[in-house]
């Protein structure tokens, strides 16, 4: 089992989720993570087109040039080239001139890690996830790539990391049906599990977790703000599950502004701590743009929360972190 810091950063944003990010303000953004204490750092080729992990990559190698920190990185897509000069492609700004295409076969697998250690200026993936499995993504198409994957995808995952190349292997999704289905059939050390264990979301995961307490299989998660609007609040907020909030979601956002007033607990703070309240949970992983944000995390981490906050928001009493 690999240890994981209770602390990561994700790092779409520092790929252009959303809003252009300059390579300076990138690279103080993990600068700061890691003058921080925080050592772990999740990237993807999607996260702007191969911008994130390229960012990642030049700062880790000014600012950790020993490999100290862990890193975790993704396949499934490959990027080819395209000509399309758009702004803004797939929630990603400014990005370089090429396009993701989905591909979980062994073969690819193996050219996507290799690109990626280029661009990451490493040798050595610590974690590494196929990204975006099941019908929440590929909707038809979903029985397809899982069927390659489970082939060939999942076979050289397997190689990789019986041959040291890789410390873990496991998947990143936004949904929990795959989560099933994969542990069903496969043996998975980590799943990164984004929006789907929150604040907002308190119960969806529970059978979920179940499963890994059984098997052993870490949880990682990831999106603890969904999207934006557990830190941006009920008045400000543009995203939820990258789209724009439902009023029902604006609503509950409300409702759990108003207690944590309460308590003097801000809401980033509360939904920040609360995937680390229950044991299976190792880490979790918010994005983070600019060394104001990694300092605001630090102090949402630290927060804290009286156990009659989680009473009011509703929470029930956890499996406590062994943190």
Not at 2 to 30: F, K, Q, S
Not at 68 to 85: C, I, M, N
Not at 103 to 121: K, N, Q
Not at 274 to 281: I, Q
Request: net charge negative; proline share 6%; hydrophobic share 45%.
């Amino acid at each position: 089992m690999i240890a994981l810091p209770t602390l990561g950063m994700g790092c779409a944003g520092i790929g252009n989720l959303y809003r252009p990010v300059d390579d300076r303000v990138a690279g103080e953004t993990v600068a700061a993570a890691l003058a921080a204490g925080i050592g772990y750092f999740d990237v993807a080729p999607h996260y702007g087109f191969g911008l994130g992990e390229t960012r990642l990559g030049a700062a880790l190698a000014e600012h950790d040039p020993q490999a100290r920190a862990l890193v975790s990185t993704k396949v499934g897509r490959l990027l080819e080239p395209t000509d399309s000069d758009a702004a803004e492609r797939h929630g990603f700004v400014d990005a370089p001139p090429l396009e993701p295409v989905f591909d979980y076969t062994h073969d690819a697998v193996l050219r996507s890690i290799d690109a990626s250690r280029a661009r990451l200026r490493r040798e050595r993936i610590d974690l590494l996830f196929a990204h975006d499995l099941g019908a929440m993504v590929h909707g038809n198409d979903a029985a397809r790539h899982m069927a390659d994957f489970l082939a060939g995808g999942y076979l050289a995952l397997r190689r990789l990391r019986d041959a040291g190349e890789v410390a873990g292997i496991g998947v990143g999704v936004n949904e929990i049906a795959v989560c099933h289905v994969l542990l069903d059939r496969v043996e998975l050390d980590v799943i990164l599990l984004a929006g789907r264990y929150t604040l907002l979301e308190q119960d969806a995961a529970a059978a979920l977790i179940e499963r890994c307490r059984a098997t052993g299989t870490q949880l990682v998660i990831g999106g603890p703000y969904n999207s934006g609007i557990l830190v941006e609040g009920s008045r400000t907020a543009s995203h939820f599950d990258y789209a724009p909030p439902p009023a029902s979601v604006v609503a509950r956002v409300a409702e759990l502004e108003r207690a944590c007033a309460r308590f003097d607990v801000p809401l980033p703070a509360a939904a920040l701590q609360f995937p680390l309240r229950e044991a299976a949970v190792a880490c979790v992983i918010p994005g983070l743009v600019g060394a104001e944000q990694v300092t605001a995390t630090l102090q949402y981490a630290e927060w804290p929360i009286p156990d009659a906050l989680w009473d009011a928001v509703g929470v029930p009493s956890p499996h406590e972190h062994a943190a």
